[in-house]
């Protein structure tokens, strides 16, 4: 299985590289996409000074994971939306052929996230149909979508994966991404957060999604429009 993780930022993955390590653990191959190399995400490094740290960070968290990782050149906080972006991961997903595809939920905070995602989900349906030719051959089936993020308006998760065993490489991997221990919403020169606070928060979350579901640890995803469950109530019939 090849589980293809298209975020925006280095360290957006983090809300799935639990499950990320869990299945390469298994011998699964798990490629990162990154639209941007995050280069306006910190109060005070300049922006081509950033890319290159956070470019370094990812491959680093991408090691731990045991992930390759790929990065589209585009600017951080200017995510292009639209339909040049689209076919940009029509490509992408041609090439890299995955069964699985994590992005974020096309509803979520940050314009950056909602356009990744909506591109994603959007252009895994395209890169399906033959008839429309790009540098490669149509991919299918359809990858199977999780949504990753908060949606602006309520929306539950009904997947959720056990991550307790894997835990410590979560952490291990969102240390890597050093430039990013930052408090965005103080207005203070000194806005670094210590790990250990981080840290604290991050076993908090996967804690409270693990007692969701029954064991220590977990993240939780939204399946492709529930297409999983209405699969299970609706069982095709040919
Ligand atoms: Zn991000």
Redesign the pocket.
Known sequence: MHIVFI???PD?ETSASGTIAKYTAQDHRATIVMATRGGRGHWKIPSDELEAIREEEMGNAAEILGAKVRFLDHRDADVPGGDAFREELVDVVRELKPDVVITFHPQVW?D??RRVGLAAADACFKACLPLVETRFPAHRPVPDIYFIGRPMVPVEPDTYIDITDHMKVKLEAFRQHRSQWVKWDIDDDDSTMPIEEIEAMMRHRARQRGMESGVTYAEAFISQYLRKRALDFFPLKR
């Open positions: 975020g925006a930022h957006d940050r950056d996230h």
